[in-house]
């Protein structure tokens, strides 16, 4: 498992930001501001880590429909990997 992985953090109010988190549930939890939920989303093998308060049924489709801090990550099961040049690219444009 790698230390560090390299994901989008999108706060409300702001432009999804490239940032560097430590890769362990303590670091994600602080960063979502409570206990973690996953779902997964359009772009293969990338996942939405949220806030578990209000689950998703099925994959949320804008950025509107999560509600507060959030980060997008690739897992490469079972781990978290960071998000490749190119995810970051298409990705910050669907969750600006």
Not at 8 to 14: A, N, S, T, W
Not at 59 to 81: C, Q
Request: some cysteine; overall charge positive; aromatic content about 8%.
């Amino acid at each position: 498992m790698v230390k560090w992985v390299r994901v989008l953090l999108v706060e409300d109010g702001k432009a999804p930001a490239v940032c560097e988190l430590p890769n362990n549930l303590k670091a994600l939890e602080l960063t979502v501001r409570g206990y973690l939920e996953m779902i997964e989303i359009y772009r293969s093998g990338c996942v939405i880590i949220y806030n578990g308060i209000n689950k998703f049924a099925e994959k949320p489709v804008t950025r509107a429909e999560i509600k507060g801090t959030f980060i997008i990550a690739r897992v490469n099961p079972p781990d978290l990997a960071s998000l490749s040049v190119q995810d970051i690219e298409i990705l910050s444009k669907v969750y600006r």
